[in-house]
């Protein structure tokens, strides 16, 4: 039989609208405190000016904005690169897109993304070594079931969602994957639409949450929420959007299953995307607190690339990309610079706001630390444990470097308030490099390279030393034509 929606959006409303006045049970907490549960939640495609406590003025985010002011909100935090499947695995495996095994979105038949291969050490493995239950529920996209990248071979105790980040691209699919056990929906169907992924993908980590409670787990919570196309149940939520923004319908022609399904509404439809992320989050932080958890819980949220434009959505209506230049896609600021909050009753203290300058690469260092495991060899993060506890004299990055391998390849580098660009790395590795001061110019407007060529130099030094070519995905030999086109 089918699996069915577990609840309508209104009833998750009630449970957002009363999450924080929910005291949380005086009993079910580990005596272990330095060896907490890890649920990092990411975020598809939402850009960084996308959450309330973020600047957004359209849709609203009560959880997580509750979340950023009862915990640690980062305003300097980056992604692996501007686009899902390389930015993931520089999540995963603590290394920089000229490091880490995918560098791009290339696909393989019949369904998956380029395999991470055996030889790659992921966050989920250090975990399941340190002894903790680790479960990854959402979009995974780094390697076909049975493949070296399946996510049960790359440290994943339990998998449920999407293997296949094209085929998340339809939020009413007709199979998702249950480790290497194929769930088939056969209600949804081109002009049926029942059995809602997210909803699905919600209620098996929540029964994880319920299933671990007593032992030490690792959740990496990749939802598909808000990437497109831009589907959601016809309810109150979604309702209360289009009445919001007086939003007349556009036309639509009938859905053939090819490309993203279309929507007469999307400004409401991406709003009530946003909305229902944040509610689903919050469903995860009332589970620890219902549980009596939270206190021995570090939960992160973040998200693996800037705003997209695809199935209809308008970022620049909603401001997206706040003050920030550019979207999905693109190494300035706004492309790869995201929301980053981390939540820890106890230990993170409440109300912070840090610009320390990290990246998804920081991650495994960060969870090895905490779950006491030594962080694995050729790995370029740094742990940001005294960043998030608080402490004095946390070590800091030297610099940051980005590389993106469509649009003719392109690389990027944070170094201090400096940040450099270049554009059609691919046919000119040699080529200008664009330079701008972010504490005076965080929207990258003026180019200023030709005033400091030693900062320009000294930026193309990091390009030059930190990318090493990869047989898979090759930068600097056509690298454009081979690496583009899965996930639009």
């Known amino acids: 039989m089918p699996m069915q929606i577990s609840k309508p959006f209104s009833t998750i409303a009630l449970v957002s609208i009363f999450l924080f006045c929910q005291p949380g049970k005086s009993s079910g907490q580990r005596s272990d405190p330095v060896r907490p549960n890890i649920i990092f939640i990411l975020a598809d495609d939402l850009g960084y000016g996308d959450l309330g406590c973020y600047g957004q003025k359209l849709i609203q985010t009560p959880n997580l904005d509750a979340m950023a002011k009862q915990g640690m909100r980062f305003t300097q935090f980056y992604a ?20 880490t095994p995918i560098r791009g979105n290339k696909g393989v038949e019949p369904e998956g993304q380029w395999p991470i291969p055996d030889s790659a050490v992921t966050i989920a493995e250090v975990m399941k070594k340190a002894g903790y239950t680790t479960g990854d529920f959402g979009k995974w996209g780094l ?11 790359q440290g994943f105790d339990y998998f449920f969602g999407y293997n296949c980040q094209s085929k998340a691209h339809n939020y009413y699919p007709d ?78 022609k009938a859905w053939t299953g090819k490309g993203y399904a279309p929507q007469a509404y999307p400004r409401a439809a991406y709003a009530a995307m946003v909305s229902r992320l944040d509610a689903y989050v919050g469903e995860v932080l009332q589970k620890l607190r219902a549980l009596g ?10 998200s693996d690339n800037g705003p997209h434009k ?25 492309g790869i610079r995201e929301p980053m909050i981390a939540w820890w009753p ?26 006491k495991q030594p962080k694995p060899e050729n790995i370029d993060g740094i742990s ?20 993106f391998h469509e649009q003719g390849g392109k690389q990027a580098v944070r170094m201090g308030k400096w940040k450099g660009v270049k554009l059609n790395a691919a046919s000119q590795p040699d080529g200008p ?25 000294a930026i193309r030094k990091v390009m030059q030393q930190q990318h090493t070519e990869s047989a898979d995905f090759p930068l600097f030999t056509n690298a454009a034509k081979e690496n583009e086109v899965t996930d639009k």
């Not at 930015?87 to 490091?99: E, F, N, V």
């Open 175 to 252: 199979h998702l994957w249950e480790n290497d056990k194929r769930i088939d929906f056969p209600q949804n169907t081109t002009d049926r639409f029942t059995d809602y992924s997210a909803a699905l993908i919600q209620q098996k980590a929540l029964d994880f949450i319920d299933q671990q409670k007593n032992k030490p787990f690792f959740l990496y919570l990749s939802y598909t929420l808000p990437h497109a196309a831009l589907q959601v149940p016809n309810d109150s939520l979604f309702e209360k959007y289009k009445k919001l923004f007086n939003e007349e319908p556009v036309d639509v």
């Open 143 to 153: 390697g076909p079931v049975a493949s070296s990248g399946d996510p049960v071979k």
């Open 310 to 334: 695809e199935g209809g959505n308008d970022p620049a209506y909603f401001n997206s990309s706040g003050s920030l230049r550019g979207i999905k896609r693109d190494l300035y600021e706004g």
């Open 80 to 99: 692996g690169t501007s686009v899902c499947a390389p930015s993931r695995s520089s999540l995963l495996t603590g290394q920089h897109t000229g490091h």
């Open 384 to 403: 940001i444990v005294p960043v998030l506890l608080g402490q004095k004299n946390a070590p800091t990055h030297p610099w940051l470097y980005w590389e």
């Open 346 to 371: 106890g230990k993170v203290k409440a109300g912070t706001i840090s610009d320390f300058t990290g990246a998804f690469w920081d991650f495994l260092p960060t969870f090895a630390e905490l779950a």
């Open 293 to 302: 958890i939270d206190k021995n819980t570090l939960v992160l949220f973040s």
């Open 433 to 457: 490099i664009e330079l701008y001061d972010l504490q005076k110019d965080l929207a990258e407007k003026n180019n200023i390279a030709d005033k400091h060529p030693d900062v320009v130099q």
